[in-house]
């Protein structure tokens, strides 16, 4: 009996383990995979002018405070304009898009668009899973786009959605706090600023009164923000992207290392927390206002406006307010430079991007998908959405339509991201997909770890350095990253 | 076909129509008898284990010598175990993983053992009451429990678990964000809580010894912790064998925990062996060294709970 029970744990234990990965265990061939759409147009006539009646399935978060409230609307005014199209649209949580997007592409049976960043569509290229809409774009509708922006939903040769918007990372400051140590914020704004002058600037910002310490800037760290604020740090010394345009692996040069030393000097000055590393985006914003640290990180151009909020609320006494929070006027800031390097900012495209399922996606089908994310990603849906996000519009349609809206933003701050915009990296779609994979995956288990421990004082700059130097060559070889 | 080859299959074929009908008939005889309905009870649980846990379990180990696409994966032989073998941060996983599991089941033993203990001489509704209160976090959502956690570890002075060390002359710790106290962030909550489980059952194997041994003892003078160790703890081994082995097979699973609390950080300190299965299956679609993973950790539970059973199981009954 006894050794009858042996063998039946065993297998016992053996099936409870491996059933942690029975979401894993999708079947490659089997079922209907492909969009609904796919289907039912798969007998339909001619591309692009088809009549034939098709649904375009969509999965959305709430990408603004008011959009997903929009979606009837949307859908009706989609359906308006094309009788024969019906939009289908899924809400999402930005918590849970990722897994249900997920989900759906091992299962072979993807939404026909997602609201996803553009640095996801490596991820999904790699898949085979996204569809080049290149052959269905009408020329109209690329000349709407900005090229910058348009250019980051691109790989290779293909097109891979519409962009949204081009939302600029950066950081933002507390105008009184930034006078009161001396900064002349409206002259940072416009011609940048060195780490040095920086740094400076930060320890100028660093008050502590009553045993309670003011920081002169806080970013947020904790898990993986970490990423954030170091390639935000480290477009600004001479590596733009994880790739030099010869397509050797950029973290490698010595300008890496003077960034890494540099962040930790901030911490070592007293400037930020030495708790930075558990300091996550909630928890910093909230320091930024209840006058606990002089400038945050990273800054959204949206910021600006949860801060108008905060004030109104603290005027009208409305207990909704942030607890503890002081009016706090905010102010958009670049990135120091570092190393006599131009200034690059960091820019997040995000997007409506193009899905296919097992089956070949007709040419109707793929033509109407490009319908409906173009009608997504322009004119007034866009403009309403931007205009609630505090981004500027990236189409000619979407700044039309939103030059009736209105809207109450800080004039030095818009030529503050004006001038950021100028700046804004340029995007790589020469990455090859499984290039940027790897560099996802060294970024997440050698870079990001080491650099939590290099915040948390665990390791050293040179340490880090070192151990993404190493991981790094064993992933390209020695001639694929660079060495200067 | 030739003639005597046909006349060799035809006589193979009638063979083995033989063999198959006396199965069916054999089969059908049992299923039309009274054990008819005994057969559709066990058949619903056989056809759910078959789906989700035989069927999860033979795809994961053929995915597991593939290169998993969702357009058509290829074989790639033994390339994922050689990866997986071969990864540093695997075995850093399984060293974090096996530390959580030393840390954190026995001392969930020791205290679900000493709370059954002292809930046991209570009158039945404050029995009940205080299962019901253990039994909370079990059923509450690890989310939201994480959350309370995280307001607990709060780095900064004014967090909670800062302050109480604070009252102690002890400077405010970064407890998620250093390698020196991440870890035994993550043991010290799983100390504290989720117990619920192990009490109730030890609850329920403490009311089942009879009350004659306790008077027997007493009789011959035995004091309280006399009592424990020479009857309590005798008839609660096969109880504690249970609870220890499901205890590392959950432990070795952990996976919530760090995934809410750390991510794994920092600089992996807090990566488990679950941790990294579900980063490569979910956030890098690598499915095939996931899955390699996973069975690799499968064994590695198993050979382990059959040391478990043969050291530990010896002189237990069941």
New interface residues.
């Given amino acids: ?2 050794k009858k ?2 063998v039946l ?3 016992l ?14 079947n ?2 089997g079922g209907s ?1 492909a969009p609904s759409g796919s289907a039912s147009s798969s007998a339909s006539a001619s591309a692009g002018a088809s009549t034939e009646k098709d649904t375009i399935t969509m999965l959305l978060p709430p990408v603004s405070a008011n959009y997903q409230s929009k979606f009837d609307q949307m859908a009706a005014d989609f359906n308006a304009l094309y009788p024969n199209l019906t939009l289908k649209i899924e809400p999402a949580g930005w918590e849970d898009i990722t ?1 249900k997007l ?1 989900t759906q ?4 049976s993807p939404p026909d668009i997602a609201f996803i960043g553009s640095d996801g569509i490596s ?1 999904y290229m ?4 996204l569809m080049d809409i290149t052959d269905s774009v009408t020329p109209e509708m690329l000349a709407d786009y900005d090229e910058a922006p348009l250019n980051y939903m691109k790989r290779g040769d293909g097109l891979y959605g519409f962009p949204a918007y081009m939302s600029i990372q950066s950081i933002g400051g507390n105008k009184e706090m930034l006078e009161a140590a001396g900064v002349d914020w409206k002259n940072v704004q416009q011609n940048g600023w060195t780490f040095e002058e920086f740094r400076d600037a930060i320890k100028k910002g660093t008050v502590t009164e009553g045993g309670k310490t003011r920081y002169g800037f806080v970013f947020a760290v ?3 923000t970490a990423k954030d604020y170091l390639n935000i740090m480290i477009k600004n010394a001479g590596m733009p992207a994880a790739f030099t345009q010869d397509l050797k692996f950029a973290y490698t040069s010595k300008n890496y290392l003077e960034v890494l030393k540099g962040i930790r000097q901030l911490i070592d000055d007293g400037s930020m ?7 996550d985006a909630g ?1 910093r914003w909230n320091m930024f206002l209840t006058g606990q640290t002089m400038i945050t990180g990273k800054g959204l151009a949206t910021f600006e406006n949860s801060a108008k909020q905060n004030n109104a609320k603290l005027e009208a006494k409305d207990a909704s307010a942030v607890a503890d929070s002081i009016p706090v006027e905010y102010v958009v800031l670049p990135m120091p430079t570092f190393a006599g390097q131009p200034p690059v900012s960091q820019a997040a495209v995000d997007g409506y991007v193009t899905f296919r399922g ?1 089956k070949e996606p007709t040419p109707e089908h793929k033509a109407n998908v490009v319908k409906a994310a173009y009608f997504m990603a322009s004119g007034k849906v866009m403009a309403e959405t931007n205009s609630e996000l505090f981004v500027g519009q990236i189409t000619k349609s979407a700044k039309e339509a939103a030059a009736s809206l209105g809207g109450d933003r800080d004039p030095d701050n818009m030529a503050a991201v004006d001038v950021l915009q100028a700046h804004a990296a340029p995007a790589r779609p020469d990455i090859p997909a499984d290039l940027g ?1 790897k560099v ?2 060294l970024e ?2 050698v870079i ?3 650099f ?2 290099l ?5 050293t700059p040179e340490e880090m350095y070192e151990a993404v130097k190493k991981a790094a060559i064993e992933e390209f070889g020695a001639d694929g990253v660079v060495q200067d | 076909m030739a003639q005597p080859a046909r006349a060799a299959a035809e006589g193979s074929n009638i063979k083995r129509n033989g063999v198959w009908s006396k199965a069916f008939n054999a089969i059908a005889r049992k299923i039309t008898g009274d054990g008819a309905w005994a057969y559709a009870f066990i058949a619903v649980a056989l056809v759910v284990y078959a789906m ?6 033979v ?3 053929i ?1 597991s010598f593939q290169e ?6 290829s074989f790639i032989g033994l390339e994922n175990y050689k990866e997986t073998f071969g990864d540093s ?1 695997f075995w850093k996983s399984i060293r974090n993983t096996i530390i959580y599991t030393v840390l954190t089941v026995p001392v969930a033993l020791v205290l679900s053992f000493g709370v059954a203990i002292l809930i046991l001489p209570l009158k039945k509704w404050l029995q009940t009451a205080f299962k019901a209160v253990y039994y909370l976090p079990v059923v509450a959502s690890g989310v939201a429990l994480s959350v309370v956690w995280l307001w607990i ?4 002075p004014a967090g909670i678990l800062n302050q109480f060390i604070g009252w102690f002359g002890i400077d ?1 710790q ?7 106290t991440s870890m035994f962030s993550l043991v010290l909550m799983a100390w504290l809580s989720s117990h619920g489980t192990s009490i109730i059952i030890y609850l329920a194997a403490l009311l089942g010894i009879d009350n004659s041994y306790y008077e027997a003892a007493e009789l011959d003078g035995a004091s309280f912790f006399q009592k424990l160790w020479h009857i309590v703890v005798p008839f609660l081994k096969p109880t504690t064998l249970f609870l220890f ?1 499901t205890g590392i ?1 959950g432990s ?2 952990v ?1 919530q925990n760090a995934y809410l609390m ?7 300190a807090t ?1 488990m062996v ?1 941790l990294l ?1 579900f ?1 490569n ?5 690598e ?1 095939g060294e ?2 390699a993973q ?2 690799v ?3 590695i ?2 050979i382990v ?2 040391l478990q ?2 050291f530990a ?1 010896k002189d237990v009954e ?1």
């Fill in positions: 009996m006894a029970f042996h744990a065993s297998v234990a053996l099936s409870v383990s491996v059933t942690a990965l029975s979401a894993c265990g999708g490659n061939n995979a897994q997920d592409v091992n299962a072979g991820k790699d898949q085979g899973m904790s898990g993986v927390p030495k708790e930075l590393s558990s300091i928890k097992k994979a996802i995956k997440d288990e990001v770890p080491k939590q421990a915040l948390a004082g665990e390791t | 989700f846990t035989a069927y999860p379990v795809s994961a180990f995915i998993y696409k969702p357009l058509g994966s941060l570890y709060d780095p900064l405010n970064n407890w998620l964000g250093t390698t020196k082995v097979i070795f699973q996976f750390t991510g794994g950080g920092p600089d992996n990566t679950g299965i980063n299956a979910f956030k890098y679609f499915f996931a899955a996973s069975l950790l499968a064994a539970i198993a709970s059959f059973f043969k199981g069941y």
